[in-house]
């Protein structure tokens, strides 16, 4: 099994029935437009200081290959909704490919509330069939990337191995969730499928039953360490976790580690360590797993527990205090004859800015984040030493390169995050970042929030 087999067979049908619906509507009423559209997170999830980009290449790869297929077109037709519907536009759909321009904030980034992680530009029906597919690739793989940077940044240096396939919302997503802990700083994952497509390296120990399935614990570790004796991790905690250590030291300092699943991790990492020290195993690795998150490791590493490896799971996999992303794609933009209109929404709490946008960030002296500014298109703030984060990746319905590799992202990641101020970087009482809109667009908004209302009057 390949990362494609993991797409659903009909990219067409991949969509919620509205975007078909309203590209019907589209089809019929002739509208032919192109169109803009920004996807972004209204705000950022509880206890959130900053998210990570992530889920861009599937994406990509999604616009790419874009089809309706003949047996999802006789999907279509069967459905009573599209009974009144004309034979015209089925043709128009078994035709039709993204032929759109797409930019991007590049996977890796720390991004925040309100600045565009994808701008497409597309004929209106296009753009909006792939509302559906973007924010579901786009809003799971930044949740869980997100997630994973914050119990990585916890773990200040010591390695992280994602262990959620077990808990997660189905294997589909613990596939990609295994990339998106890996963009963040995860050393590995132990979901073999998801090493394999993506060159991510694997890890795993043995489960609780493995050891008790033998006569006795002695017997179980002497079987799977003359199996593997290079990559051997005993788990200590089945029975008496001090007395499994010292069983443990038969193995001698070729024993690659050792895990603890439960009980006081702190107290118990100290006494294992003085165990395996004593029987001169110092390259010995103790491993700590067992519904840890992030505040639970940063206790850990401050109270200098030695720890060296954490293995997560349902926390990373789901994001377990913040599972969902509301990340929106709204139309911000309708082009027609050389016209741009903007577009925006006046809803209560769900207000929009219209025209396309670039992200600006400035940059201190010694090169932190000082701040990021949402702008027009057209606005220029390199001269200021800002840098523009959106990227062109996709014209005319071709990537313009290929992805980068993931090591390549997990780099950016680590890098890009490093340049966030610690006060912004707090697992606990973070000061927002800071993040503002350019005049232009103020401007811009308030303009069009009186010609609405002007003729919201009239009717």
């Known amino acids: 099994m390949t990362e494609k087999e993991y797409f659903p067979r009909d990219a067409g049908l991949s969509t919620d029935l509205y975007q078909l619906t309203m590209a019907a509507g589209y089809w019929a009423a002739g509208r032919r437009e192109r169109a803009v559209f920004e996807l972004f997170a209204r705000r950022l999830p509880p206890d959130r200081s900053w998210l990570v980009a992530a889920g861009l290449e599937q994406a990509l790869d999604y616009l790419a290959n874009l089809r309706f297929t003949d047996d999802g077109i006789g999907h279509l037709r069967r459905l009573p909704v599209f009974a009144t519907i004309d034979d015209g536009f089925f043709e128009f759909l078994r035709d039709l490919r993204f032929t759109g321009d797409v930019w991007a904030i590049p996977e890796g980034a720390p991004v925040f509330a309100g600045e565009p992680l994808l701008r497409?530009?597309?004929?209106?029906?296009?753009?909006?069939?792939?509302?559906?597919?973007?924010?579901?690739?786009?809003?799971?793989?930044?949740?869980?990337?997100?997630?994973?940077?914050?119990?990585?940044?916890?773990?200040?240096?010591?390695?992280?191995?994602?262990?959620?396939?077990?808990?997660?919302?189905?294997?589909?997503?613990?596939?990609?969730?295994?990339?998106?802990?890996?963009?963040?700083?995860?050393?590995?994952?132990?979901?073999?499928?998801?090493?394999?497509?993506?060159?991510?390296?694997?890890?795993?120990?043995?489960?609780?039953?493995?050891?008790?399935?033998?006569?006795?614990?002695?017997?179980?570790?002497?079987?799977?360490?003359?199996?593997?004796?290079?990559s051997t991790t005993l788990l200590l905690d089945t029975y008496d976790t001090i007395a499994a250590a010292h069983l443990a030291t038969a193995c001698g300092p070729r024993l690659r580690g050792v895990r603890l699943d439960s009980g006081d991790m702190g107290a118990l990492a100290r006494d294992v360590r003085a165990i395996l020290d004593a029987a001169g195993m110092h390259e010995t690795k103790i491993m700590a797993s067992g519904d840890l998150d992030e505040a639970k490791i940063s206790d850990l590493v401050s109270s200098g527990a030695p720890i060296d490896?954490?293995?997560?799971?349902?926390?990373?996999?789901?994001?377990?205090?913040?599972?969902?992303?509301?990340?929106?794609?709204?139309?911000?933009?309708?082009?027609?004859?050389?016209?741009?209109?903007?577009?925006?929404?006046?809803?209560?709490?769900?207000?929009?800015?219209?025209?396309?946008?670039?992200?600006w960030r400035a940059f201190a002296d010694d090169d932190s984040m000082l701040g990021d500014l949402i702008a027009h298109e057209e606005e220029d703030y390199s001269a200021d030493g800002c840098e523009p984060l959106l990227r062109q990746v996709m014209r005319g319905g071709e990537l313009i390169e290929p992805p980068p590799d993931l090591?390549?992202?997990?780099?950016?990641?680590?890098?890009?995050?490093?340049?966030?101020?610690?006060?912004?970087?707090?697992?606990?009482?973070?000061?927002?970042?800071?993040?503002?809109?350019?005049?232009?667009?103020?401007?811009?908004?308030?303009?069009?929030?009186?010609?609405?209302?002007?003729?919201s009057e009239k009717r």
């Not at 950016?412 to 970042?433: F, N």
Request: net charge positive.
């Open 120 to 230: 497409v530009s597309a004929p209106l029906v296009e753009a909006q069939l792939a509302e559906t597919f973007l924010l579901s690739a786009i809003n799971f793989q930044t949740l869980i990337a997100t997630k994973a940077s914050r119990v990585v940044r916890a773990a200040r240096g010591r390695g992280v191995i994602e262990f959620g396939a077990r808990r997660a919302h189905t294997m589909g997503a613990a596939f990609y969730g295994a990339r998106a802990a890996f963009i963040a700083g995860c050393i590995g994952t132990s979901n073999v499928e998801a090493g394999r497509a993506f060159d991510i390296p694997v890890f795993g120990t043995s489960a609780h039953s493995f050891i008790m399935s033998f006569p006795t614990e002695r017997e179980a570790f002497d079987a799977y360490f003359r199996l593997f004796p290079d």
């Open 309 to 359: 490896l954490f293995g997560v799971g349902t926390e990373i996999a789901t994001s377990y205090d913040a599972p969902a992303l509301g990340g929106v794609y709204k139309l911000v933009e309708i082009a027609s004859d050389g016209f741009r209109e903007g577009k925006m929404k006046l809803s209560p709490d769900k207000s929009t800015y219209p025209h396309p946008k670039q992200v």
């Open 407 to 455: 090591r390549a992202v997990q780099s950016r990641a680590r890098r890009e995050l490093d340049r966030l101020p610690e006060i912004h970087q707090r697992l606990r009482d973070a000061a927002p970042y800071p993040v503002r809109y350019s005049e232009r667009l103020d401007a811009a908004r308030a303009q069009l929030i009186g010609r609405l209302s002007a003729g």
